[in-house]
């Protein structure tokens, strides 16, 4: 089932307490998918896939995306360690990433994580298209 299926864009402005995911504005199209619908008695350990892909509308989260999957987590309610996060190369392109954080430290009450970035594995892959063709 998809929690999110849309554009999911940033103005680079402080308009509450947390931080932007950038400080210039941008846009990704981002798909959220909770991978547990209809799979009882199946224990999922990133139940939610979360695909996203940069339009090429103002600034790029790739190299820096923990700030990208904080914010994500905060305004949809996730787990950071509980997301499978995948970033889609380039639009319609079988061409992915997957983002992994490892958290290596808290400052001022807000976690800092390590992030890695490596090719998706065979059965990650197949679930990367079922949730581009859902």
């Not at 600034?59 to 889609?88: G, M, T």
């Not at 400052?107 to 990650?124: A, F, Q, V």
Request: aromatic letters at 12%; hydrophobic letters at 35%.
């Amino acid at each position: 089932m998809a929690i999110f299926c849309g554009r999911y864009s940033w103005d680079g402005r402080k308009t509450d307490q947390r931080e932007p995911v950038a400080w210039f504005p941008g846009a990704y199209d981002l798909r959220i998918i909770d991978l547990t619908e209809g799979m009882k008695g199946i224990t999922f350990l990133k139940p939610v896939l979360c695909i996203y892909t940069n339009t090429g509308t103002g600034y790029s989260i790739s190299e820096h995306p923990e700030r990208f999957a904080k914010r994500i987590c905060s305004d949809f309610s996730l787990e950071i360690d509980k997301v499978l996060w995948v970033e889609q190369l380039q639009h319609g392109s079988d061409s992915f990433e997957i983002i992994t954080y490892k958290q290596c430290g808290i400052l001022g009450g807000n976690s800092l994580y390590l992030t890695l970035k490596r090719r998706p594995l065979p059965r990650e892959l197949n679930l990367i298209r079922k949730g581009l063709s859902a």
